[in-house]
């Protein structure tokens, strides 16, 4: 019973369905149990937190993460998925503790001055905390210096930096230089990451890092992170 539940959790994530009233990809799944529904279940059956995050959630996610790669997904499908793993963390987050999983690291993550996209910062979220660390989200247009002062505040491993636009992206570099002024650049990793971002960009402007999409950006703070 323990594997059908993880495995149906799983094929839910993967169908993008938060509750019952959902439709997810495939036809005729409205009314059955979701993401939220079957995890509540698997919580009052007493599974293994641990098991329900890696097996169902986490795997569910690298699957929707080949489908995108492949083409057969687009990101409103990821995003259904992404919201789908988020609701189920926000339920299993107060089981953490007891279930004995520690955090793999603190990360802050924004969304630059004069950007008010979230989307694509929304999924690297959900997905890191799916990946078991615990993320801050400051939110969407963020001055330099507040994210400079939050990082000297909340001391995270690693900075997230997000922008979708050309005309925002040089806020990314105002952030570094505002880390730097606050003698805190040494102190995090800079990852950043959005459509008009490239691995040149980032090394241009000092970053340790850059995310081509939400999976790879996972990977590269894993390998940050040790």
């Known amino acids: 019973m323990t594997e059908s539940i993880i495995d149906q959790i799983r094929e839910n994530v993967i169908q993008g369905r938060?509750?019952?009233?959902?439709?997810g990809m495939d036809e005729g799944m409205v009314g059955q149990p979701a993401v939220t529904e079957l995890v509540a279940e698997a919580l009052a059956q007493g599974l293994d937190v641990k098991e329900i995050i890696n097996d169902g959630l986490t795997k569910g996610m690298s699957l929707v993460g080949d489908k995108f790669e492949a083409g057969e997904?687009?990101?409103?499908?990821?995003?259904?998925?992404?919201?789908?793993?988020?609701?189920?963390?926000?339920?299993?987050?107060?089981?953490?503790?007891d279930s004995g999983i520690k955090s793999k690291g603190k990360i802050l993550i924004a969304t630059v001055k004069g950007d008010l996209h979230d989307i694509g910062k929304n999924i690297v979220s959900i997905l890191l905390r799916g990946a078991g660390y615990a993320v801050k989200d400051l939110g969407n247009d963020i001055e330099p210096e507040a994210i400079a002062a939050a990082v000297k505040e909340e001391k995270p491993a690693i900075l997230g930096l997000s922008a979708l636009l050309t005309s925002t992206m040089a806020h990314m570099e105002d952030t570094i230089n505002?880390?730097?002024?606050?003698?805190?650049?040494?102190?995090?990793?800079?990852?950043?990451?959005?459509?008009?971002?490239?691995?040149?960009?980032?090394?241009?402007?000092?970053?340790?890092?850059?995310?081509?999409?939400?999976?790879?950006?996972?990977?590269?703070?894993?390998?940050?992170?040790?």
Do not use: N
């Not at 938060?18 to 439709?23: K, P, S």
């Not at 789908?84 to 926000?90: D, I, L, Q, R, S």
């Open 18 to 23: 938060v509750t019952q009233d959902d439709e």
């Open 73 to 97: 997904y687009f990101i409103p499908d990821m995003l259904a998925s992404a919201e789908a793993v988020g609701a189920a963390m926000e339920m299993l987050e107060p089981h953490l503790e």
């Open 178 to 226: 505002a880390l730097k002024d606050a003698g805190v650049r040494d102190s995090v990793k800079v990852v950043i990451g959005g459509a008009p971002v490239s691995e040149e960009y980032a090394q241009k402007i000092g970053a340790d890092g850059y995310g081509a999409d939400g999976f790879h950006a996972v990977s590269v703070i894993e390998s940050l992170t040790g």
